[in-house]
């Protein structure tokens, strides 16, 4: 008599959906957009074309030398917008990795030492919470003055109380789970308690975290730029682009238009993307 071996239920993926994967995509291109941006402009940033001020973008009378049209000055709106991209990414980029860092290591330390610590820890991030952002970078700004690598800190000021609550949170939750106490006893050490074990575990709710801030370090950047706080000529930025062109709105909207669809885009897809991963890692939405 023949046994039959019913071969195992295999699980199925959930296909990614439509909108995800188009805001994937978006978010690929724009990626390789800021790393081979020298490589994609057809001009310098600084290059001037005086005999071609204002010139409209291609199919609105303009030519195929200057496809999405030229500024105040004849500098080429596509090659700016391409080291435009770039820049706002590495800013985004660099800011959420440091709120994510230090939010994170501050979680962890609440989590870990307790007592004053903890109260302090809870302080501070109770008063950053309260405090505007903008108005403490506007202070540090006018106070400090702007380089890349300041307005890149000082970014990576906003919303690092955000991964400190989660942090610490969730690694009171495991401590409560039992698992981390149970490594503890073992005898290892706080780093790897936390690094190996705690870490793992949380990490997925962290990045969620991070995708959500990303797009409003964007805007905040943007709205800085605007103001003329953000990046300084002759370097450019998408907020600094959107910041000139608001005086020639009328007359050459597409100074602004251009970068400010790119800001659009993006920040809508990275939140789209963040909510798909939010579904996808969290088992209590499954």
């Given at each position: 008599?023949?046994?039959?071996v019913?071969p ?10 439509a ?76 800011a ?89 006893q ?22 969620v975290?991070?995708?959500l ?14 103001l ?38 993006t ?17 209590t939405?499954?």
């Amino acid at each position: 008599m023949s046994s039959t071996v019913l071969p195992l239920p295999t699980e199925r993926r959930a296909p990614v959906p439509a909108l995800a994967a188009m805001a994937l995509l978006w978010i690929a291109a724009v990626l390789c957009v800021a790393v081979f941006a020298d490589q994609l402009r057809p001009y310098g940033i600084t290059q001037f074309d005086l005999r071609n001020r204002l010139a409209p973008p291609l199919g609105f009378g303009g030519t195929a030398a200057h496809p999405l049209g030229t500024d105040e000055l004849g500098r080429d709106v596509l090659s700016r917008l391409l080291v435009s991209v770039r820049i706002s990414l590495l800013i985004a980029f660099g800011a959420t990795a440091i709120a994510a860092l230090l939010g994170t290591t501050l979680g962890f330390l609440a989590a870990h030492r307790r007592g004053w610590t903890e109260a302090a820890i809870l302080m501070l991030i109770d008063a950053q919470a309260a405090l505007p952002f903008l108005i403490l970078a506007l202070a540090v700004l006018a106070f400090f003055g702007n380089s890349l690598p300041l307005f890149v800190c000082l970014m990576g000021l906003y919303g690092w109380e955000r991964h400190a609550r989660i942090a610490r949170g969730l690694a009171v939750q495991a401590d409560a789970q039992g698992y981390a106490g149970a490594v503890r006893q073992l005898g290892a050490g706080p780093l790897r308690v936390y690094m190996r074990h705690v870490l793992p575990n949380i990490a997925s709710t962290l990045i969620v975290s991070a995708t959500l801030s990303f797009p409003e370090v964007i805007l905040l950047e943007s709205g800085l730029s605007f103001l003329g706080l953000g990046i300084q000529p002759p370097m450019t930025s998408l907020g600094n682009m959107i910041g000139y062109g608001r005086e020639y709105l009328t007359r050459a909207p597409w100074i602004l238009l251009a970068p400010g669809a790119v800001v659009v885009l993006t920040t809508f897809s990275v939140s789209v993307l963040g909510d798909w991963l939010r579904d996808r890692l969290d088992p209590t939405l499954g």
